[in-house]
């Protein structure tokens, strides 16, 4: 046997990085039960998943019985169950899973802190954001720059005005394959990874108020143009964080499930049976909140200076 074959079994983490790891999540666990939080669990595996189009899911297939499902992109359709049924403001650290989300920050399992605030705004739970980051990174200050406003400082464009030839010309001229035949979400999405994250500099930066067209589960806020109460954390450019002025409406939570299903045939994924438990729920009334997905181990990696999410991790997708 090689030497290279002998050294295989070995972690990809340092045991220094690991203990680091777990002091991070206990500190963590500590930053949500001073404030009064729930940490709850909810299944990883279930019979439906997001129906978002740029996130694909793994699905699981029982070879004996034929029953199957998918593994969680994100314990969102279950934390809001619960928040339905009066859990209050919770918040769970889980794994997640994504098809094809391999790199340097990638990791197709990785670790999710997720957490909902019932009767707080999205500009309330950024305030939590920076005080959980100043807990764990340390750091001291932070900006808030608005989607609009960072696209016109820092690409050159109006997000909301340009034309989708416009916009997807430039993004075939920056790089993105396919660009000309791209829809107007990939484009944009393309030139703030490209364009906008390299230009945010150090320390913690918070993009708010997105394109309706991208608002997911947010609630929208009127106005001209009308904007999703959502936000994205970065940290040294690095995206950290997705938050929403959560959706509380079932008719309209309705209406974007439908038109994800709808636009997944017309462009040929594959279908994903609707969320009829999560509608059930906001019927059932679901309380004013807002809510934010943080990812755990992009975290951990620049608590500790690291160089890769592989770094952090015990085992990666390559050595598991």
């Keep these: 046997m090689s030497e290279g074959l002998k050294l295989e079994w070995r972690p990809g983490a340092p045991v220094e990085t690991l203990q680091a790891r777990a002091r991070i999540l206990s500190r963590i666990r ?8 729930l940490e709850v669990e909810t299944p990883l595996l279930c019979g439906t998943t997001t129906s978002e189009l740029h996130i694909e899911s793994f699905s699981i297939q029982d070879r004996n019985s034929g029953a199957g499902g998918f593994l969680q992109t994100s314990p969102e359709s279950c934390m809001k169950r619960l928040l339905a049924a009066g859990s209050g403001p919770i918040y769970q650290i889980c794994k997640a899973f994504r098809v094809g989300e391999v790199g340097r920050l ?4 990785f670790s999710m802190l997720e957490w909902y605030r019932p009767d707080l705004g999205y500009q309330g739970l950024m305030d939590e954001v920076g005080d959980l980051l100043y807990l764990i990174l340390k750091l001291r200050s932070q900006r808030r720059i608005s989607y609009g406003e960072a696209f016109r400082r820092y690409a050159g464009i109006d997000p909301f005005r340009i034309s989708l030839a416009s916009l997807c010309r430039m993004a075939h001229e920056n790089g993105l394959s396919g660009g000309k035949e791209a829809d107007r979400e990939q484009c944009l999405g393309f030139l703030l990874s490209l364009q906008v994250q390299p230009a945010l500099g150090a320390g913690l930066t918070f993009i708010y108020d997105f394109p309706a067209s991208q608002a997911a589960m947010a609630r929208m806020r009127p106005g001209v143009p009308a904007v ?3 936000f994205e954390a970065y940290v040294d450019g690095v995206e950290l964080a997705n938050g929403y002025g959560e959706l509380t409406d079932p008719l309209e939570q309705e209406a974007r499930l439908c038109a994800d299903l709808e636009r997944r045939a017309a462009i040929g994924i594959a279908p994903v049976p609707m969320d009829k438990k999560l509608l059930a729920a906001l019927r059932a009334g679901l309380p004013p909140c807002a809510g934010v997905a943080l990812g755990l181990d992009r975290l951990i990696m620049l608590a500790t200076g690291s160089a890769s999410l592989a770094s952090v991790l015990s085992f990666s997708s390559t050595q598991a």
Excluded: D, K, L
């Design 106 to 109: 990638h990791n197709p399992e």
């Design 30 to 37: 500590g930053f949500f039960s001073e404030r009064g939080m």
């Design 228 to 230: 999703a109460e959502r």
